[in-house]
């Protein structure tokens, strides 16, 4: 009987996170020239949020975000997804660690 509670709770999780992670709201972002296209992105606020980054850019990029509590490495010509909790209204900075440069914006109203 324990195992089988012990199995049924594990799949409860599982199911959850993947719940979670399909009500993402999904937001694209490309890297190109050493640029966001957008610079800003917007989000609701209270809702997970999945970031996809192209990178288009002829080097390797780092998408990273102190703000946000991520880093990615995202390869020349390739896509990478970054998942990021539900946040409260604010303006949340990101940028390419290896072009500071390149910053961007999460806007949550």
Do not use: W
Request: with cysteine; glycine share 4%; charged share 15%.
């Amino acid at each position: 009987m324990g195992f089988a509670a012990a199995l049924l709770a594990a799949a409860t999780i599982c199911c959850a996170a993947t719940a979670r992670a399909d009500d993402a709201v999904s937001l694209s972002v490309t890297l190109k020239d050493h640029q966001f296209e957008p610079a800003e992105l917007h989000a609701p606020a209270g809702k997970p949020i999945a970031i996809h980054v192209k990178n288009l850019n002829t080097i390797v990029s780092e998408f990273e975000s102190t703000d946000l509590h991520f880093e990615k490495i995202v390869p020349v010509g390739t896509e990478a997804v970054v998942y990021v909790r539900p946040l409260q209204p604010g303006r949340y900075n990101f940028y390419d660690d290896f072009h500071h440069a390149t910053q961007g914006y999460l806007v949550v109203p």
